[in-house]
C-alpha cells in the first residue's frame, strides 16, 4: 500500500459490513478491510440555512448498484448530486460533512470540482443529448477533456460506449445524424453512453426512467444490471418497483434522513424501521 | 337595456377604430414601398449598378461606388461590432445575474437610445479629428459602436433561451464553465445569434447620420480604408437634396436598393428570431 | 470485468493508482477565471463609452460654456459668422416636433397595441406586427427622401388648401405654407416612432394577467369597456413608458427630421413655419462649420441632446421594468 500522507484513509467504513474474518496464522498477510468505492460520513447538503439532506452516512461498493429512494421532496435527488459536487452549483448552497472516492473526500480544500465530475458521472432525469452535435459527437464529448486520442481510437471508444448503452445497432448507421430524430428512450441511452465513454467510476441516475414510456425504461433498467459490471452504480428512483429490481443495496430517505439502508431484498422483505415498512407498503408517499 | 346597445355600439365602435389605426400605420410602409417601386425600379439598369457618379449634367452615372462603400463600411462595422457585441451578450447571459450584469444590460438600453449623430461627432473626436481626415475606418468604427449595444441585448436573448439542462449535462460530463459556455451553449445559441447579427446589421446599414462626418461619403470610385469612402444611404440623402432631377431619379433607385437589402435582412432574421421564441 | 476487445479499451498510459489519481483531482482549471475575465472586460467597455461620449462632448464644448455660459440656451440669435449662437430655436424645434409626433402617434399606436393584444383574429396578429415593426426597419433618409417628394407637396398641395378653411385661424397654423414645416417633422416622426410604442405597448398589454381580464368581463362589461377601465390603467404605467420610449426616438431623429424641417434657426409657435432640430442642425453645420467657437456650440446643443435622450430613455426603460420585469423589451432593435 503506498504511504498516506496527508488525506484520511477511513479504512473500516461504519456503513459496511466487514469480511469474513481470516484464520489467525494469514493475519500478517490479511487484506484489510475493503474501501468502499463511493462513501459519504455525515454528509449534509444545505440550501441557504436549510438542509436538503442531513447526516447521511453510506457506503457503496464497488460493482454495486444502490437506489435511493422515498417520497418527493426527502432529498434522495439533493444527496446524488451532493455526490459529484452538483450540488454546490446552485447559488447560496454548501455541503458539509465528506465524501470518500476511493476512501479520499473529494469536499477537500484544493480538490476542483470539475476533475471529481469526470470521476463521477451523471445522468438525468430528461435525455439531455447536446443538439448542436452528432450523435457520435455526443458519445465523445466526454473524451475532449481527457488525454488527446486519435481519430479511430475515439471510433472505437464511441462504438464501444454506444453497445455498453445497448443502442449501437439502433444507431450505427447513422452515426452522423442528429440525436434529435431519436426516440427519447434512445436520447436517454445516448446519454448514458455519453457519461460512460470517458470511464467514470462511479455513475449516477437521477430518476432516468421517469420520462420515459414503458419501453424504454425497461432497456435502461437492463442497462443498469450490465453497467454494473464495469461501474459503481447509484440510482434515485421514485418507483419502488425499479429499485426493488435494479439494485443490490437500498436506501431509504425520508425528510432529509436517512432512515434504513441496507441488501434489497432485506429492506424490501424485513424493514427494520417502521417507516421504511410504511413507505414500501404503499401506506404514504 | 338602451344603456347595454348603446355600450355595446360604442364598443364595436371603437374595435373598428382600433382596426382603422392598424391600417393607418401600415399604410405608410404601403405607399413608400410602392413609390420607391415605382419611381425607383426604372432607374436600376446596369450603369446603375457598375458605375460611379460622374459629374452634374452628365448622364449615365451609377451608385457603385455607394453600393461598394456601404458593403465595406458595414464590414467593418461588424469586425469591430460583432465580436465585441456577441462577447458582451455571452456575459450577460452567463455572468450577468448580478449587481454587475443589471448595470451592464442597462448602459447597453441607454446606449442603444443615443441618437446615432451623437455617436457620428463622438467617432468624428477620436478618430477623424486626430488623423486629420475622413476615412471610412471611422465611418465604420462609428457604426460599429452602434451595433455592440445592439448585439449585447439580442445576444443575451438568445443565450438565454438554451435549457439549463443542457449546462447541467456539460458541466456533469465535467467540462469547465468556460468550456460549458463556449461548445456547448454558444454553439447551441449560434443560429439565434446570427440572426440577430442580421437584424442589427440591417439597421446599420441604413444609417447616414454617422456617416456624415466620418466617412463624408465621395463621388468616385474608392476602396482605400483610410480615405473618405462613398455609402448607399449617404448618397442617397445627398442626391434627395440636390438641384438636379437626373439625381433625384437615382436617389429613388438608390433608396429602392437600400430598402431591398435592409428589408430582406429584416424578414429573415425576424422569421428565425420569432420561430426560435416560440420554441423555447 | 466485462468481455471487451483488448484493442478498444487500451489505454495510452498505465492505469494510475489511487494516489496519482487523487492527486489530478486537486489540478487547478485556470481557464474559466480567463473566461470570465476576458468577458467581463468587454462588458466594461459599455459603460466606458458612455463616459466617453460624455466627456468628449462637454469638453470640445468648453469653448461655447466659457464664452456663453448657460444662458446661451435661452437666446434666439444663432449667427455663426457674428459668432452668436442662441440655442433658443434648436431646443424648442426639438420639442416642439417630438410633441407633434406623439399627439400623432400615441393614439394611433395604442389603437394597434389594442388592436393586436385584444381585437385581431389570431391569423391575423402576426403578420400585422410584422409590418408594424418593419415601420422601424426603414431607414430614416427614405422617409427623408418620401417627406420631401411625397408628403410636402401632399401637404402643401392637397391638405392645406382644404384644411385652412377650418384651421387657418388657429394661431399654431399661422403664416404661409411653403412645405418644409414642423408639421411635415412631425408627420414624418410619427411615423417613425409609431412601431416602437406599438411594440413596447403591446408587450406591457399581454403582461396584463388574464384574471383581470376575465374579472372585468365577469363584471359585465363589454370587451372595450374591459380594455378601457382595467387592461390600460393596468398597463398604464408601461404605456407611458412606451410613449416616453417614443419621445426618445423622437428627440434623436436626424436625416428625414433634417430634410423637411426647412432648417431655420427661428422660433414659433406655427406649425407651416420652417424650424430646426438639434440633431438636425447638427448634421447641416457641422461639416462646414465657420468657427472653432461654432463647433464649440454644436457640440454643446449635442451633449443637451445626448443628456436629455439619455434622461428620457433612462426613465421609460424604468416605467417599462416595472410592468413587464427584465424582459428585452424594447431594447432591441426590433
Redesign the interface.
Known amino acids: 500500500m503506498?504511504s498516506v500522507s496527508t488525506?484520511e484513509r477511513s479504512r473500516q467504513h461504519p456503513a459496511v459490513t466487514p469480511p469474513p474474518t481470516q484464520p489467525a496464522a494469514s493475519r500478517a498477510v490479511a487484506e484489510p478491510a475493503v474501501v468502499p468505492r463511493l462513501a459519504t460520513d455525515a454528509l449534509t447538503a444545505w440550501y441557504g440555512s436549510t438542509s436538503g439532506v442531513r447526516d447521511v452516512t453510506l457506503a457503496c461498493r464497488e460493482n454495486t448498484v444502490t437506489a435511493l429512494i422515498g417520497p418527493s421532496g426527502c432529498g434522495k435527488s439533493t444527496l446524488l448530486r451532493s455526490l459529484?459536487r452538483?450540488h454546490e452549483?446552485v447559488?447560496g448552497t454548501r455541503v458539509t460533512g465528506r465524501v470518500l472516492l476511493?476512501?479520499?473526500d473529494?469536499y477537500e480544500r484544493?480538490?476542483?470540482p470539475?476533475?471529481?465530475?469526470?470521476?463521477i458521472?451523471?445522468v438525468?432525469q430528461?435525455p439531455?443529448p447536446?443538439?448542436?452535435m452528432t450523435i457520435a459527437e455526443n458519445v465523445a464529448?466526454?473524451l475532449?477533456?481527457g488525454?488527446k486520442?486519435s481519430r479511430s481510437e475515439r471510433a472505437?471508444?464511441v462504438?464501444?460506449a454506444l453497445k455498453?448503452a445497448a443502442l449501437w445497432d439502433e444507431v450505427k448507421d447513422r452515426l452522423h445524424d442528429s440525436p434529435l430524430e431519436l426516440s427519447g428512450g434512445q436520447q436517454q441511452r445516448l446519454?448514458v453512453a455519453?457519461?460512460v465513454a470517458?470511464e467514470p467510476e462511479v455513475i449516477l441516475l437521477d430518476e432516468p426512467t421517469a420520462a420515459l414510456d414503458p419501453g424504454g425504461a425497461a432497456h435502461i433498467e437492463e442497462l443498469v444490471q450490465?453497467l454494473k459490471?464495469?461501474f459503481t452504480v447509484v440510482i434515485v428512483t421514485h418507483n419502488l418497483q425499479q429499485a426493488a429490481r435494479v439494485s443490490d443495496y437500498t436506501a431509504f430517505f425520508y425528510l432529509g434522513e436517512l432512515v434504513e439502508v441496507g441488501p434489497t431484498t432485506r429492506l424490501f422483505t424485513t424493514p427494520l424501521k417502521p417507516q421504511t415498512e410504511a413507505y414500501i407498503t404503499g401506506r404514504f408517499g | 337595456m338602451r344603456g347595454r346597445l348603446i355600450r355595446r355600439l360604442f364598443g364595436s365602435l371603437m374595435t373598428g377604430a382600433t382596426y382603422g389605426a392598424a391600417a393607418l400605420a401600415i399604410l405608410p410602409l404601403a405607399v413608400i414601398l410602392g413609390m420607391l417601386l415605382v419611381k425607383g425600379a426604372g432607374s436600376l439598369d446596369w450603369n446603375f449598378f457598375t458605375k460611379s457618379a460622374v459629374p452634374f449634367g452628365e448622364s449615365g452615372g451609377g451608385f457603385a461606388n455607394a453600393i461598394v462603400g456601404t458593403l465595406i463600411i458595414v464590414g467593418l462595422a461588424c469586425a469591430v461590432g460583432v465580436p465585441i457585441g456577441v462577447g458582451i451578450g455571452v456575459f450577460l447571459a452567463e455572468f450577468g445575474g448580478g449587481q454587475l450584469g443589471l448595470a451592464i444590460r442597462f448602459v447597453a438600453d441607454v446606449l442603444n437610445g443615443v441618437p446615432s449623430i451623437v455617436i457620428g461627432i463622438f467617432a468624428w473626436t477620436w478618430l477623424v479629428k486626430p488623423m486629420g481626415h475622413f476615412s471610412a475606418l471611422a465611418g465604420g468604427v462609428a457604426l460599429g459602436m452602434i451595433l455592440v449595444p445592439i448585439l449585447a441585448r439580442t445576444t443575451e436573448e438568445m443565450v438565454r433561451l438554451v435549457p439549463n439542462s443542457l449546462r447541467e449535462a456539460a458541466l456533469a460530463l465535467g467540462y469547465q464553465r468556460w468550456r460549458t459556455s463556449l461548445q456547448v451553449v454558444v454553439r447551441t445559441a449560434a443560429a439565434g445569434i446570427l440572426t440577430g447579427c442580421l437584424v442589427a446589421v440591417a439597421r446599420v446599414a441604413g444609417e447616414t447620420a454617422p456617416l456624415l462626418f466620418t466617412a463624408l461619403g465621395n463621388q468616385f470610385f474608392s476602396t482605400r480604408l483610410q480615405g473618405p469612402m462613398a455609402a448607399l444611404p449617404l448618397q442617397v440623402y445627398v442626391y434627395a437634396l440636390g438641384p438636379y432631377d437626373e439625381w433625384h431619379r437615382q436617389a429613388w433607385a438608390g433608396a429602392l436598393v437600400l430598402i431591398m437589402l435592409v428589408l430582406v435582412l429584416s424578414l429573415v432574421a425576424r422569421t428565425v428570431v420569432r420561430a426560435k421564441r416560440q420554441h423555447a | 470485468m466485462t468481455d471487451v476487445p483488448a484493442t478498444a479499451l487500451e489505454p495510452l498510459a498505465p492505469k494510475p493508482t489511487a494516489e496519482e489519481r487523487w492527486r489530478a483531482l486537486r489540478t487547478v482549471s485556470r481557464g474559466d477565471l480567463i473566461y470570465r475575465s476576458v468577458l467581463t472586460v468587454l462588458a466594461l467597455l459599455l459603460p466606458l463609452l458612455v463616459v466617453l461620449i460624455a466627456v468628449e462632448l462637454v469638453s470640445n464644448a468648453m469653448p461655447a460654456v466659457h464664452k456663453f455660459g448657460f444662458g446661451f440656451l435661452a437666446h434666439s440669435t444663432w449667427d455663426p459668422v457674428r459668432g452668436q449662437f442662441g440655442a433658443l430655436p434648436l431646443i424648442f424645434g426639438t420639442l416642439y416636433s417630438s410633441l407633434v409626433a406623439l399627439v400623432i402617434a400615441v393614439p394611433l399606436a395604442l389603437g394597434c397595441a389594442i388592436f393586436l393584444t385584444e381585437f385581431a383574429p389570431r391569423w391575423l396578429r402576426t403578420p400585422v406586427a410584422t409590418l408594424i415593426e418593419l415601420l422601424a426597419a426603414v431607414p430614416s433618409v427614405i422617409y427623408g427622401l418620401w417627406g420631401i417628394f411625397v408628403l410636402i407637396p401632399l401637404l402643401r398641395d392637397h391638405f392645406w388648401p382644404v384644411a385652412r378653411h377650418v384651421l387657418g385661424e388657429l394661431p399654431i397654423f399661422s403664416g404661409v405654407f411653403y412645405g418644409p414645416s414642423v408639421l411635415a417633422a412631425g408627420v414624418i416622426l410619427a411615423v417613425m416612432v409609431l412601431p416602437y410604442i406599438t411594440a413596447v405597448s403591446r408587450e406591457v398589454l399581454l403582461a396584463v394577467p388574464p384574471s383581470q381580464r376575465e374579472a372585468g368581463l365577469a363584471l359585465g362589461a363589454t370587451r372595450w369597456e374591459t380594455v378601457t377601465t382595467v387592461i390600460l390603467p393596468y398597463g398604464r404605467a408601461g404605456i407611458i413608458g412606451a410613449v416616453i420610449l417614443g419621445l426618445g426616438r423622437a428627440l434623436g431623429e436626424t436625416m428625414a427630421v433634417t430634410m423637411v424641417i426647412g432648417n431655420r434657426h427661428e422660433v414659433s409657435a406655427s406649425l407651416l413655419q420652417p424650424g430646426y432640430t438639434i440633431a438636425a442642425a447638427i448634421a447641416n453645420e457641422f461639416s462646414e462649420a465657420v468657427s472653432d467657437m461654432h463647433l464649440a456650440a454644436l457640440f454643446m446643443v449635442g451633449a443637451v441632446l445626448f443628456l436629455i435622450t439619455i434622461i428620457v430613455n433612462t426613465l421609460a426603460r424604468v416605467l417599462v421594468w416595472r410592468v413587464a420585469r427584465g424582459s428585452a423589451v424594447g431594447s432591441t432593435a426590433i
Open positions: 503506498p488525506p459529484n452538483m452549483l447559488a476511493d476512501g479520499y473529494i484544493d480538490v476542483n470539475i476533475q471529481v465530475r469526470r470521476r458521472g451523471m438525468f430528461r439531455t447536446f443538439p448542436m464529448a466526454g475532449a477533456i488525454p486520442v472505437d471508444i462504438e464501444h455498453r446519454c455519453r457519461t470517458p450490465e459490471r464495469e
